[in-house]
């Protein structure tokens, strides 16, 4: 695990990448805001926590470390020994969690406890959804405060573009940055990044708050071919997957989350309800 402190004094927020090793975008992030640090106008905590599996581009070393908190610093599982040493690291610290998902190129923000400041955290990052996972339970955000996001396409280009952009408006929420185009001034430059004013890897400006998704359950099979569209909803009766050549049709209405064809062993993905807009609530 590589830990940097930025900034003076004992930081209070922290910005973790790569709890999955096949999900680089967020190091871009971290190592745009180490060489971009002098913007910030307090000390923030960058972690890049499975470097074993960053190196192997692989999902995990032993196991999915997103899967094993609380973790155990006996274990003779690589994920389970980290799981237990970054709660460690981030005991007491509010936490943006950067991932990168196979399941829309659209980004969005995840919490695991929908708490007011973790609502406010995620509508700050100016994803258009917001999904409440509470359902499913364990991982690093039942175990601290903060949020997570999905920052795109895994691998992508895109996906590390918007990873900084939304750790910039995570650092002005918590009161870091004046604003997050105090520290985006050379994001478009950045190696690694795509400087074209149409990219996919900006992430514009929001005028209206975030849809609150929250999962209800699981939905299709391993092996179904997802048809539909995640945040989209599929009215009763309507196909939302194939299996074998033939239709798959929801029961009664939902709306696709984290849904996709080759995104899960055991499932094709999860229903959720459509909560409603967010406020724009205060991160405070």
């Avoid at 090793?21 to 106008?41: F, M």
């Avoid at 190129?105 to 929908?114: D, H, Q």
């Avoid at 999904?131 to 949020?147: E, I, M």
């Avoid at 520290?183 to 400087?195: E, H, N, Q, R, Y």
């Amino acid at each position: 695990m590589r830990v940097h402190d930025i900034g003076d004094g004992a930081p209070a927020h922290a910005v973790v990448a790569c709890l999955h090793g096949d999900e680089p975008c967020g190091v871009r992030a971290v190592d745009y805001v180490r060489d971009h640090q002098t913007a910030l106008t307090g000390p923030v905590r960058l972690v890049v926590a499975n470097e074993r599996a960053l190196a192997a581009d692989s999902r995990g070393v032993d196991e999915d470390l997103n899967r094993v908190f609380p973790g155990d610093p006996a274990a003779d599982s690589h994920e389970s020994r980290l799981a237990a040493e970054l709660l460690d690291t981030l005991d007491g610290l509010t936490v943006l969690d950067l991932h990168s998902t196979v399941s829309s190129a659209e980004p969005f923000a995840v919490v695991g406890r929908p708490t007011d400041r973790s609502l406010a955290l995620a509508a700050a990052t100016g994803t258009e959804s917001v999904v409440d996972a509470s359902y499913l339970g364990g991982g690093l955000l039942a175990h601290v405060d903060g949020v997570a996001v999905e920052c795109g396409r895994q691998g992508s280009t895109a996906a590390g573009g918007v990873a900084v952009r939304v750790t910039a408006r995570f650092l002005a929420a918590v009161g870091l940055l004046e604003a997050p185009d105090d520290l985006l001034a050379g994001a478009d430059t950045a190696p690694g990044f795509v400087p074209t004013g149409a990219s996919a890897h900006r992430l514009p400006p929001r005028d209206t708050p975030p849809v609150l998704f929250r999962i209800v359950g699981p939905a299709g099979e391993p092996n179904d071919v997802f048809v539909a569209e995640n945040f989209t909803r599929v009215a009763a009766g309507e196909p939302f997957a194939r299996r074998d050549g033939e239709p798959v049709t929801a029961s009664e209405p939902f709306s696709p989350v984290l849904m996709s064809t080759d995104g899960y062993a055991d499932k094709l993905g999860y229903r959720g309800t459509r909560v409603g807009r967010l406020d724009t609530p205060t991160t405070e």
